[in-house]
């Protein structure tokens, strides 16, 4: 997520009331978790195991809650909580703002496009032209629809990521200020749920169509023309390149990638990344011909032991 423009890291520091380490005036432009950093922006780490990897990333000021040797070129937010005061800055630069009408004077509607009966279009949505948006669609906040769209009845895009630190008194939820960006010619069925990256994009490629009750995670990024049938779960920060095809009842760890042009078959559970060009099937995920062969002597287990006795 970037900032409406460039703020120095003394004003930083001031909206969480945190001590920092680095020059007032160094140039912070946004906030991002650390798979989508880029130079500018904050990112945040709360446990030792993590320190290099953000010390080591592209993100320029490391929101830490120990005080630590800073990286030529960076600078450092000294917090007891960074989990928090990331919270506290989704919040000062995007704000949840109640809407009081079922389509947002905000929102950019393309020539073309129909919109049926109770849906609801929130704050800065752009949809683009000839789009046909079912009843009953959510469409949240800041979320960006290209054109020759087609969204079933039922279905919500942008909800909240699933994303929570754990704490005595219960779970603490990391608030979501991303989007979900839907490529031009892209079709999802009836009551899916696409949420928005939690301080990037999830992101539907070209040409992907998607079955009925489908859920897709926080920041994933599926690319052009994949398939995707009913029943599929996917993870948070997952990568499914282009042409992928996943049958009905796949689920997928986080953070994994699936090749191109792999086909997933259904109730297969992707505990890892695969390559691409390959069938793949079973929990844990393998070569479809190879799990199929270990089925087949499978059931020659009884007749292994007959011969035995």
Known sequence: MKFP????????????????????????????????????????VDHPKYYDKALQSAATVVLINKEVECPDGKALLISDDPFRDFNKLTNHFRPFTAANVSISQSALIGEGTVIQPNCFIGHHVTIGINCIIHSNVAIYDNCVIGDHVIIQAGTIIGADAFYYKKRPEGYDQLL??????????????????????VTGDTTIGEGTKIDNQVHVGHDTVIGKKCLIAAQTGIAGCVIIEDEVTLWGQVGTTSGITIGAKAVILGQTGVTKSVEGGKSYFGTPIEESREKLKQLANI??????FKNLK
């Open 176 to 197: 979501s200020g991303g989007r979900v960006v839907i490529e031009n010619n892209v079709g999802i069925g009836a009551l899916c749920t696409i949420d928005k990256g």
């Open 299 to 304: 059931k020659r287990i009884p007749e292994l």
């Open 5 to 44: 423009k460039i703020h120095s890291l003394k004003e930083i520091a001031e909206i969480i009331g945190c001590q920092y380490i680095g020059s007032d005036d160094f140039p912070v432009n946004g906030m991002n978790e650390i798979h989508v950093v880029t130079s500018g922006d904050i990112v945040f």
